[in-house]
C-alpha cells in the first residue's frame, strides 16, 4: 500500500490524459544543479529509437515514470570469437545482440523509498523481454549513489563501463581550426560505409547506423585528412595514413539544460568573460557562456580514427564542431568517449564540466552463443548513440 491507495497500478503513458502531470512529476524531481527541460513532450529522449515505450505507475497521481528503448548493437571485438577458435589465427565476427536501454526513471519526492523505482524497473524489463532483448543497459552518474544502489544491488545490474562525459563550452569568438587539417562533410552513404567499414565490432555500435546518420537532427558527418592528401571524394580513408571523422547530433531540438543554484559572484564573473570575449573576439579569450537559462547543446558521436596524426585530425573536428554549435547559438558542445580511449586527447573539454559516467549493464535472457557480455573485458572504445543521451 503507497500512501492511501492500496493498487499500485503501472501502466503505458498515455499523451492526452498524462501530458501535464508528467511534465509536474518531472519539475518536482529537479533536484540538484543541472535541469532539463523536454520542450512539452517527454518522449522525446526516446522517440528517435526504433522500438521505445514508456511507463506511468500512478493511484490518484502519477508518482513515477520510466523510459526504454531496445536496438541491435554489436558487443565489441573482444567478446566475438568463437571460444572453439580463441587460439586460431581466426578473425573476430561482427555479433549483434538486442539491447534495452532504461531512461529518464522519476519517481516523485513524496513517494521515494517505497519500491516504486524497482517496480517500475521490474515492468519495464518484462516489456524488455517480451520483446526479444537480451541485454538492458543503463546510464548514470558515478557520484549518483541511489541510481547506482537501484540498479546494481536491487535490480542486478552490473557496473560495466566508465565512460567520460566531455563538455567544452562555446565561446562568442570563432575557433582556428588547423591549416594543416583539410575537413570534408561525408554524404550519409560514405559515412555508413565508412562506419560499417572501421566501426562495426566496436562496442554498442547500432545496427540502424543507417538511421542515425540520415535523421533531421543529425547535422552530418564529417572527416578530417592532412591537408594535400589524395583523398578521393567519396571513397573510404586509406588505412595507412592519419584520418579522423565525427558526427554532430542537434540534441537543442529534443531539450534545453540549465544550470541553478551557482552564486551571483559566479554568474557575474561568466557574464564578464562573456563580455570581454565578444567586444575583443580577436584574442580569443575562453569565455564561459550564459549556462544560468536555459540553453542547447550539440553532441558530437561517432567519434574515431587511425594513424599517428589521428588526435589531431580529431582536434581539428571538434574546432570545426564547436563553430557550427556557434551559429546554431548553442552553449557547449559534449562528447563521451570510453575511459581508455586513445583519441580523448584530441577533445577539448573543460574538466569541471566533465563528469565520470557509469554504464551498468544486465543479461536478461541467455544469448544463442552463450556468450555473456557482462563478463567481458573493456575494449580500448565505444560507440555512444547520440539518441540514448
Not at 536501454?101 to 516489456?127: A, C, D, H, N, T
Amino acid at each position: 500500500m503507497v500512501k492511501g491507495f492500496e493498487v499500485v497500478m503501472v501502466r503505458g503513458y498515455d499523451l492526452k490524459r498524462d501530458l501535464t502531470r508528467v511534465e509536474e512529476l518531472e519539475k518536482s524531481c529537479e533536484i540538484g544543479s543541472l535541469l532539463v527541460d523536454l520542450m512539452g513532450d517527454p518522449l522525446a529522449r526516446i522517440r528517435q529509437s526504433p522500438s521505445f515505450h514508456m511507463l506511468a505507475q500512478i493511484g490518484d497521481e502519477i508518482v513515477g515514470i520510466i523510459r526504454g528503448t531496445i536496438k541491435m548493437v554489436t558487443r565489441g571485438g573482444n567478446t566475438l570469437l568463437d571460444r572453439r577458435h580463441e587460439h586460431d589465427d581466426v578473425s573476430p565476427e561482427i555479433n549483434t545482440t538486442k539491447l534495452a536501454f532504461v531512461s529518464g526513471l522519476r519517481v516523485s519526492p513524496f513517494y521515494r523509498r517505497m519500491g516504486i523505482g524497482l517496480k517500475l524497473v521490474q515492468r519495464l524489463e518484462e516489456w524488455f523481454r517480451r520483446n526479444g532483448a537480451v541485454y538492458a543497459y543503463v546510464q548514470t552518474e558515478n557520484d549518483n549513489a541511489a541510481s547506482v544502489k537501484l540498479f546494481t544491488e536491487k535490480s542486478g545490474y552490473s557496473k560495466f563501463r566508465t565512460p567520460t562525459f566531455l563538455v567544452n563550452p562555446v565561446f562568442n569568438h570563432r575557433v582556428t581550426v588547423s591549416n594543416r587539417v583539410k575537413i570534408i562533410k561525408l554524404a550519409p552513404s560514405v559515412a555508413e560505409s565508412l562506419y560499417r567499414n572501421r566501426f562495426s565490432s566496436t562496442e554498442f555500435f547500432p545496427s540502424d547506423i543507417n538511421s542515425i546518420l540520415t535523421n533531421k537532427l543529425s547535422l552530418g558527418t564529417f572527416l578530417a585528412v592532412p591537408r594535400g592528401s589524395d583523398y578521393v571524394t567519396g571513397s573510404l580513408p586509406d588505412p595507412t595514413k592519419s584520418w579522423a571523422v565525427l558526427s554532430i547530433w542537434n540534441s537543442r531540438e529534443v531539450y534545453r539544460l540549465q544550470v541553478k543554484g551557482t552564486s551571483r559572484l559566479k554568474r557575474y564573473l561568466a557574464k564578464t568573460t562573456r563580455v570581454f570575449d565578444g567586444a575583443f573576439p580577436f584574442l580569443k579569450i575562453p569565455s564561459f557562456p550564459n549556462l544560468f537559462k536555459p540553453f542547447s547543446m550539440h553532441f558530437l558521436y561517432g567519434i574515431g580514427g587511425e594513424g599517428p596524426r589521428a588526435a589531431e585530425m580529431v582536434e581539428a573536428l571538434c574546432s570545426h564542431a564547436h563553430n557550427v554549435a556557434r551559429k546554431s547559438g548553442c552553449s557547449v558542445v559534449a562528447a563521451e568517449v570510453a575511459s581508455c580511449e586513445p583519441l580523448r586527447v584530441g577533445v577539448p573539454h573543460w574538466k569541471k564540466l566533465s563528469p565520470e559516467d557509469l554504464w551498468c549493464l544486465k543479461r536478461l535472457r541467455d544469448d544463442d552463443d552463450g556468450v555473456d557480455w557482462t563478463k567481458s573485458t573493456p575494449g580500448l572504445s565505444i560507440f555512444v548513440d547520440p539518441r540514448d543521451i
